[in-house]
């Protein structure tokens, strides 16, 4: 790739994203029609370990860190994740990433798979997972 579809790549990539941030701080996904359901919730009455995400990051964006805990825990770890990960792909990129290690699939499907057993359970203190 050269250097001009790069920068053309980085630039449709980063208004892609301000607009979906724009979308996401303007419209409560809330009862929106645009804003697609999930479809494990839809189809099998159960949250998967996505569901809340939408509305997470809208409150995210309204600074109601509260909020978007209740809707989805894993959330605000996974969006600090990617932030480290990006800024040391920019800044130290001869670095070795911890999402490149050999465990790290195997890590994260293994706490998407428990998050999503806990936060089905219907007793406290599980209660509090779901969205």
């Known amino acids: 790739m050269d250097k001009t579809t790069k920068r053309l790549l980085v630039i449709g990539v980063t208004l892609g994203l301000l607009g979906l941030v ?3 701080y303007s419209l409560n996904p809330n009862g929106q029609v645009i804003f697609p359901q999930c479809p494990t919730y839809k189809y099998l009455g159960i ?3 996505g569901c809340g995400s939408q509305r997470a990051i809208h409150d995210l964006l309204h600074f109601r860190i ?3 805990l209740s809707h989805n825990l894993l959330l ?3 969006i600090l994740l990617l932030i480290v990960e990006f800024n040391t792909r ?3 990129p001869k670095k070795k990433s911890i999402l490149y290690l050999r465990a790290t699939p195997i890590a994260v499907l293994i706490v998407l798979i428990v998050f999503m057993i ?3 359970i219907p007793k406290e203190p599980f209660i509090f997972l779901a969205p």
């Open 22 to 24: 724009f979308l996401f």
């Open 47 to 49: 949250y998967c370990s």
């Open 66 to 68: 509260k909020d978007a």
């Open 76 to 78: 605000i770890p996974t």
């Open 90 to 92: 920019i800044f130290y």
């Open 118 to 120: 806990l936060r089905n």
